[in-house]
Structures are given as C-alpha cells and as structure tokens.
Nanobody
C-alpha cells in the first residue's frame, strides 16, 4: 500500500514556474513507476509525465515537453514536477500516481495509487 500526498500547487502568472512534490509513504517507493497527470474542469484526466523506478527513463506529453521536468529522490520517497514557462492551458488539478505493474506508462488505468491532487492556476 502506498499513500501519496501532493503539494506545491498555487497561483502563478503565465511564464512563471512552480515545482510540485509528491511524497509517498511506505518502504517500497523505489520499486514504483511514478506519473503525473492533470485534469481541468470538464476535461478527462490527461497524462503529463512519467518516470521509471530508477529515474533513468522519463516520458512527457507533447504539450509539456521542454517546459516540465519530472524527477525523483528515492531516499526521500518523493517525486517532483518542475514546471517552467507555464501557460494558462496548464491550469488544472495535478495528480501523482504510482504503479508496480509498469516500468513507465502514459495510461492512467495502469496506476494503482493516486494522490488527492494539487491545484495549479495560471493567470494570463
């Protein structure tokens, strides 16, 4: 069982930066693939980024590639999402998720554990 708690969301102007954190409970965090997803009102939950258990493999949605960076610190049981050059269309609730079933995945159905989400608002 893994419990995930996101933090770091908030209000930022377009062009600004935020760093989201996702703290995980449990001693097996380093064996989980992690992902970040987001959901804006009226939209389906969409993939943002994923990272393998070792941190050596990462993938990004095209819409955030070059602006967002996913990373993890297994010693701290934490995964991060550095978001730069934020745009109004990045505004959403951001969720982190964990999976032991995959090395990495863009598919939210393959993640077993989810955090409660953190709100990101981007003003234009």
């Amino acid at each position: 069982q893994v419990q995930l708690v996101e933090s770091g969301g908030g209000l930022v102007q377009a062009g600004g930066s935020l760093r989201l954190s996702c703290a995980a409970s449990g001693r097996t965090f380093s064996s989980y693939a992690m992902g970040w997803f987001r959901q804006a009102p009226g939209n389906e939950r969409e993939f943002v980024a994923t990272i393998s258990w070792s941190g050596s493999i990462t993938y990004y949605a095209d819409s955030v590639k070059g602006r967002f960076t996913i990373s993890r610190d297994n010693a701290k049981n934490t995964v991060y999402l550095q978001m730069n050059s934020l745009k109004p269309e990045d505004a959403a609730v951001y969720y982190c998720a964990a999976s032991r079933r995959v090395l990495t995945s863009r598919d939210p159905r393959l993640y077993d554990y989810w955090g409660q989400g953190t709100q990101v608002t981007v003003s234009s």
